[in-house]
Nanobody, 113 residues
Framework: VQLQASGGGLVQPGGSLRLSCAGS????????MGWYRQAPGKERELVAV???????NYADSVKGRFTISRDNAKDTVVLQMNSLKPEDTAVYYC????????WGQGTQVTVSS
């Protein structure tokens, strides 16, 4: 199984980014999937979860600003990030919380003026 996150970049505070996660060897709609992030010098943290019944959960730090969704036709998991803050700067990854898969490369998100 391979996971690939994409869509990161440099954005100003208050801006938006849309991350996408694609995978090979896994069907996302039959798995609980999550977005994680790891900032420099900090542990990796789970910020958003998409359950198989389409219910979602968010870390308090991103609630109301980030939205996780799933595109079943493309078999991707998307993280829409709005109202970005400098503290959102991190490498973002997707994975399966219940049983972690090999980590992909991640995508860098930098929020800075």
């Amino acid at each position: 199984v391979q996971l690939q996150a994409s869509g990161g970049g440099l954005v100003q505070p208050g801006g938006s980014l849309r991350l996408s996660c694609a995978g090979s060897g896994i069907i996302f709609r039959t798995n609980v999937m999550g977005w994680y992030r790891q900032a420099p010098g900090k542990e990796r943290e789970l910020v958003a979860v998409m359950n198989t019944d389409s219910n979602t959960n968010y870390a308090d730090s991103v609630k109301g600003r980030f939205t996780i969704s799933r595109d079943n036709a493309k078999d991707t998991v998307v993280l829409q990030m709005n109202s970005l803050k400098p503290e959102d700067t991190a490498v973002y990854y997707c994975n399966r919380p219940a049983s972690l898969l090999k980590w992909g490369q991640g995508t860098q998100v930098t929020v800075s003026s």
